[in-house]
């Protein structure tokens, strides 16, 4: 096997192989690609990927962008525009260890289809997609896990949050503005609840002018409050996407 890569294109000549070229593109510079049993790591601008079959399989999102990458046994080890090196996974084992409030997904929704992990300030969310055909919602689903690790400002410390979003047709990029949205009220001192609108730092996807959410209780059980075994309580709170003019009429 043979391999190399561009700016965004990874191009694979598998032994033996007739035809054409495998090719892995991407939507940021490669900066290094390394090929694992699973798959292919890449190493790109301000992310890690894990490509198996050909398609993204999972990403990790980092605040910096990253210069360096190395391999530390197993583990790789990647280093961001600020000399720090980040430990970071590269297998599919990316998906957390199980525990109370991923079981309830896995129960709710079955396995999810992608998953990308974002860290900001030192800060971690982990964002989870369904596809529309795989939950009884009949839309693409994306869900934070790591909120509710945090007690918000002026709130009950026992009580704690999560975020979703339902879209149709899917919108992945929705992932990094409901990772921020997540994190909003612990980088900003701030309570979110029922009502609260919240800006982002840019558009919400690509060819959509909306970039704001507006924060509200699901109508119907989408998702029940769960209640921890230490006795904190998540609430689920679903992110509706809204243009700026459609602030004058949120409830």
Wanted: aromatic residues 10%; proline residues 6%; negative net charge.
């Amino acid at each position: 096997m043979a391999y190399w890569w561009s700016a965004r294109h990874l191009i694979v000549l598998l032994a033996g192989a007739e035809g054409e070229p495998v090719v892995v593109s991407t939507d940021e510079d490669i900066r290094f690609a390394f090929a694992v049993a699973e798959g292919w790591i890449l190493v790109c601008e301000t992310s890690v990927r894990l490509v198996a079959s050909g398609q993204e399989a999972s990403r990790l999102e980092f605040g910096e962008v990253l210069l360096a990458a190395r391999w530390q046994g197993s583990q790789l080890i990647v280093g961001d525009a600020n000399g720090h090196d980040i430990k970071s996974s590269p297998t599919d084992d990316w998906l957390p260890e199980p525990d109370e409030l991923l079981e309830l997904y896995l129960a709710k929704w079955g396995a999810p289809s992608r998953n990308a992990r974002f860290e900001v300030d030192g800060l971690e969310i982990e964002i989870f997609k369904w596809n529309a055909d795989a939950n009884p919602e009949g839309v693409n689903l994306y869900a934070t896990m790591g909120a509710s690790a945090r007690v918000m400002a002026d709130r009950d410390p026992d009580h704690r949050v999560e975020f979703f979003v339902g879209l149709m047709p899917a919108k992945d990029d929705v992932a990094s503005p409901l990772a921020a949205l997540a994190l909003y009220p612990t980088r900003e001192r701030v309570t979110l609840d029922h009502g609260h609108t919240v800006p982002a730092e840019g558009l919400l996807w690509a060819g959509t002018d909306m970039r704001r959410f507006l924060v509200v209780r699901p109508v119907g059980d989408i998702i029940p409050p769960l209640e921890l075994s230490d006795g904190l309580h998540v609430e689920f709170l679903q992110a509706i996407p809204i243009f700026d003019s459609e602030l004058a009429y949120k409830t």
